[in-house]
């Protein structure tokens, strides 16, 4: 009996890491945000992990101000189903 009392208070004192990721559905796609960091320099900037439809995509820096994304060395501005809308979409505009 004691046995499983101390089994039992081992499994609850384990503590798990928190799964934080955020999920919306947009245009049939499941977009989910996996990591975001705020820029320190230019807080309309975040650098996001992004998954669609469970495909996780490169890091992209979201210009939320320009409404632009930077891929690798290109700029490219947001599309009508582009992820880069649901990142912005937390923070207000200044």
Known sequence: MRIIVAILLLSLAIAFPAVASVC???????????????SAKNYWEYRADVSIDGVKGDTEVYNCRDRTKV????????????????????FPRS
Request: some cysteine; hydrophobic content about 35%; overall charge positive.
């Open 24 to 38: 919306r559905i947009r245009d049939g796609h499941q977009i989910c945000i996996l990591s975001l960091q705020r």
């Open 71 to 90: 891929q690798k060395d290109r700029v490219v501005p947001f599309a009508s189903d582009d992820p880069g809308g649901l990142v912005c979409s937390f």
